[in-house]
């Protein structure tokens, strides 16, 4: 007896010890600077163009596109509940046939249904226009009787189309195609070739976009650049444009009762915890291995070498961005009182952008009622998620996080992924960007532009399945994304500086004239 304890206890310690030499290692990589130079994104030319016939257009059909906005939202789409998807695709498809687009197609796939439209202008160059068409589930607690109403509400900032979707993403894109309308019935024609590919799944990941893409994948191959219209702005007007997302891989984790000797079936009464082992304390156990022990360093041995060094040109966009930081004020706006390690500024900024995330979205297992109930749990589940800067591929980062729990026995715990796809970046200087900086500094919003995001998207799909450069972004401001009382800005108030629906409009018509401009100039 006495020799099984000793077993038992040199190999708990030489699991500790294993843990604790990983931990060892977790370290960020120091990511020097070999530049000073800020990017001025103000030195970029204005966009000169003025397009009055569909700048009219626009401001006397406003009300009609409003009406097009509301349309859109009162058309439920919640792709996690399977609610609306279909005819949303098909309402997507029919307003791209009202439009004009000849070549229309709705794409059934595993999943939801995409929906892919051409429009051919007989111009010398191409865009292809990204969309979503699902919105999130509704929450209990929003300030109108009904989200899906496409109600106008009195807002701080004016009036406001508050809806879901109204913002994520419905009221940008209709926008966008109000746009396109407005230019069809004041010029008869468009300066650029429109495709629109649209998708009911990025809010479940984009499992099956691939699937969409694939029947015209070669004739979009050909296009010049791909867009995502999206409201941009701050409620002050401020304006970010991001080159890129960051890549994702996220997946559950889960013990359960077996061979380890914990309940198989069913809970059992908690007095047995003295016999029996705990799926819960296995689980939170094995994710705590994932990290150093303040939780705020990946001890996933290798992980954050896989991410690359910021470029120079990335590097003068962080100098510009950490110019003008404001760590403070967007802590106040996240509701925490300070960053990991109290770090700001370009330190920050480079945080953000190059480290990978592990994040634990929700954890779960036994009873969570009121008062008590004394058990022992026989599953425990978790959903996690990792962010990934470009470098860093979602097999890799899978492999090595089962490797790691592997190495720290952990076998038992199922890795289960549900969804993952890598980073994408679009240079500042091609000619999509450019014409973007161009029309913002038109209005007088000097963007500030980012090498990416923090959050992710699966635009991969354009910059690398399609190999095109991809922007996304627009003047308008919308909140309330995945939360209540989603809105979208229609008409400020006064002393709002953020764009208004025509304003927002009269911005897309000239974007598409000038990347023809920025496309064909040498």
């Not at 701050?234 to 991001?242: F, N, V, Y």
């Not at 047995?272 to 705990?278: E, F, I, N």
């Not at 996080?401 to 715990?413: Q, T």
Request: net charge negative.
């Amino acid at each position: 007896m006495q020799s099984k304890t000793r077993f038992r206890c040199c190999t708990l310690a030489l699991l500790v010890g294993a843990l604790m030499a990983t931990a060892a290692h977790a370290a960020r990589p120091e990511r020097t600077f070999q530049t000073d130079e800020a990017f001025d994104a103000a030195a970029v030319p204005a966009y000169a163009g003025d397009h009055a016939a569909a700048y009219a257009r626009i401001d006397a059909d406003l009300d009609e596109h409003v009406a097009h906005l509301q349309r859109w939202v009162r058309q439920r789409s919640i792709s996690a509940q399977d609610d609306g998807i279909d005819a949303m695709a098909r309402l997507v498809a029919d307003d791209l046939r009202g439009l004009g687009f000849r070549d229309v197609e709705l794409v059934e796939t595993p999943g939801h249904p995409g929906v892919l439209g051409y429009y051919d202008a007989g111009a010398p160059h191409t865009l292809v226009v990204y969309m979503m068409y699902d919105v999130q589930p509704i929450e209990a607690d929003w300030q109108i009787g009904d989200p899906f109403a496409g109600e106008l509400v009195d807002h701080e900032l004016g009036t406001v189309l508050m809806a879901r979707g109204a913002t994520n993403q419905k009221g940008p894109q209709r926008a966008f195609l109000n746009a396109v309308d407005a230019m069809l019935k004041a010029d008869g024609t468009l300066p650029v070739n429109l495709y629109v590919v649209a998708e009911g799944e990025e809010e479940l990941g984009s499992p099956n976009f691939g699937a969409v893409l694939e029947p015209w994948i070669d004739r979009l191959r050909q296009a010049d650049g791909a867009f995502f219209p999206a409201n941009a702005q701050t409620s002050a007007g401020e304006i970010a444009l991001p080159l890129g997302v960051k890549g994702i891989v996220y997946f559950e984790l889960e013990a359960r009762g077996g061979e380890r000797g914990g309940p198989m079936r069913a809970e059992i009464h908690g007095s047995y915890k003295a016999l029996v082992d705990s799926p819960a304390l296995r689980l939170v156990q094995a994710i705590a291995s994932l990290t150093d022990a303040d939780g705020n360093t990946i001890a996933v041995p290798g992980y954050y070498d896989q991410v690359r060094a910021p470029s120079l040109d990335e590097q003068r966009l962080i100098n510009a961005l950490a110019a003008t930081a404001d760590d403070a004020g967007v802590q106040r706006q996240l509701g925490v009182s300070r960053w990991i390690d109290g770090i700001e500024g370009r330190d920050a900024l480079v945080r953000l952008l190059y480290d990978p995330t592990l994040n634990i979205n929700g954890i779960w297992s036994g009873y969570g009622g009121e008062g008590m109930m004394t058990i022992l749990p026989h599953v425990a589940t978790a959903k996690i998620d990792s962010r990934l800067p470009p470098g860093l591929e979602p097999d890799v980062a899978e492999r090595m996080i089962r490797a790691h729990l592997d190495a720290g026995g952990f076998e038992d715990v199922t890795l289960r992924r549900l969804s993952g796809y890598p980073a994408a970046a679009t240079g500042v200087d091609t000619p999509l960007v450019q014409a973007s900086i161009g029309v913002f500094n038109k209005y007088g919003v000097v963007p500030r532009v980012s090498p990416w995001l923090a959050g992710s998207a699966p635009f991969y799909q354009f910059t690398r399945t399609l190999d095109l450069p991809f922007v996304l972004g627009g003047l308008g401001h919308g909140s309330g994304a995945h939360a209540p009382n989603e809105y979208m800005v229609i008409r400020p108030a006064d002393g709002v500086n953020a764009a208004g629906l025509a304003e927002v409009e009269k911005a897309y018509v000239d974007l598409l004239h000038a990347l023809a401009e920025q496309a064909g100039a040498p």
